[in-house]
T-cell receptor
Framework: KAGVTQTPRYLIKTRGQQVTLSCSPI?????VSWYQQTPGQGLQFLFE???????NKGNFPGRFSGRQFSNSRSEMNVSTLELGDSALYLC???????????FGPGTRLTVT | KQEVTQIPAALSVPEGENLVLNCSFTDSAIYNLQWFRQDPGKGLTSLLLIQSSQREQTSGRLNASLDKSSGRSTLYIAASQPGDSATYLC???????????FGKGTHLIIQP
């Protein structure tokens, strides 16, 4: 069974731009969660989607948004990028959300 | 607010030793706890998931225990190998739809 895939793997953007990251969960998994990882803050929860509905959201500004499609694939969008948004963005999938989480390889975003 | 602490932050041991990594959390009302490993620049690999009603889980040379009332979990690695070198992360989920709260990790080096 294929694992969680994320595209693109690396991205360089300029401050003020916006970016969209994509995540394809393991086949049959209906929950997708997004996390931000930085050296200073570690791993922080952004939001979780299940059956196209956002069920929970972490403590991030409204510039961070996401959505989930009917095939469970998810996208995350960050608008008006700031230097502090430079991070590794990880997505995780699970069957229903409260089960074992399987992570993708991440998207490394650099904001200059 | 749930806080997760991992001790030690870094550990270097010779190959073949048995070792214990510690994880503590402030709010004992958790749904489950999951241990991950992360190799440099990569995503997270799930090692073990312990439900709140369980006391331990085992997978190969790994054994994880959970004492919910005292807010602690340990990851025991038997007969360590150089390939075990990685950062080990502990994460707890408070409720079914909540995101994971992560510790900062233990950076483990196994010397050949």
């Amino acid at each position: 069974k294929a694992g969680v895939t994320q595209t693109p793997r690396y991205l360089i953007k300029t401050r003020g731009q916006q970016v969209t990251l994509s995540c394809s969960p393991i086949s049959g998994h209906r929950s997708v969660s997004w996390y931000q990882q930085t050296p200073g803050q570690g791993l922080q929860f952004l939001f979780e989607y299940f059956s196209e509905t956002q069920r929970n959201k972490g403590n991030f500004p409204g510039r961070f948004s996401g959505r989930q499609f009917s095939n469970s694939r998810s996208e995350m969008n960050v608008s008006t990028l700031e230097l502090g948004d430079s991070a590794l963005y990880l997505c995780a999938s699970s069957l229903t959300g409260n089960n074992e989480q399987y992570f993708g390889p991440g998207t490394r975003l650099t904001v200059t | 607010k749930q806080e997760v602490t991992q001790i030690p932050a870094a550990l270097s041991v010779p190959e073949g030793e048995n070792l214990v990594l510690n994880c503590s959390f402030t709010d004992s009302a958790i749904y489950n706890l999951q241990w991950f490993r992360q190799d440099p620049g990569k995503g997270l690999t799930s090692l073990l998931l312990i439900q709140s009603s369980q006391r331990e889980q085992t997978s190969g040379r790994l054994n994880a225990s959970l004492d919910k009332s005292s807010g602690r979990s340990t990851l025991y690695i038997a007969a360590s190998q150089p390939g075990d070198s990685a950062t080990y992360l502990c994460a707890v989920r408070r409720g079914g739809a909540d995101g994971l709260t992560f510790g900062k990790g233990t950076h483990l080096i196994i010397q050949p």
